[in-house]
């Protein structure tokens, strides 16, 4: 069963949820966590400082959905996408190089992203 999360940013609060993969169950393990995070285009990233001792090669990829949260294995790094990056073709997310999805957001929260700067302090825990 996918587990309810809560991400604070400044006065912001999103709400989503962790898929059942093995790198989302292992990131829960290491709740609460704060992320400082950096924007390229319309993602946000940032380093947990750990590695989480996954792999899954076979459930990665680039191409993301808008909302979708996952983790880049190289870097130990959460991602948060909400639109196009530097990478895109299109209007869709993509990855810089292949991540590992591990959730995804949920309710209105892109005008929120949209106006964060290119830095910000994540707070990610249980909801």
């Not at 993301?64 to 996408?81: Q, T």
């Not at 639109?83 to 869709?92: L, M, N, R, V, Y």
Request: proline letters at 6%; one cysteine or more; charged letters at 20%.
């Amino acid at each position: 069963m996918p587990t309810k999360i809560k991400i604070q940013i400044n006065e912001h609060v999103l709400f989503g949820e962790l898929n059942e993969s093995a790198t989302a169950q292992a990131l829960l393990k290491r709740l609460p966590l704060k992320v400082r995070m950096s924007r390229w285009g319309e993602e946000y990233y940032g380093s947990i400082g750990k590695d989480l001792g996954t792999s899954e090669a076979s459930n990665a990829r680039d191409l993301m959905k808008v909302g979708e949260l996952a983790f880049w294995l190289p870097g130990n790094a959460l991602c948060i996408f909400f639109g196009p990056t530097p990478a895109s073709s299109g209007q869709e997310p993509r990855a810089a190089s292949t991540v590992n999805p591990i959730g995804s957001l949920e309710g209105t929260y892109l005008d929120i992203l949209r106006k964060l700067g290119g830095s910000i302090q994540a707070t990610v825990e249980k909801a």
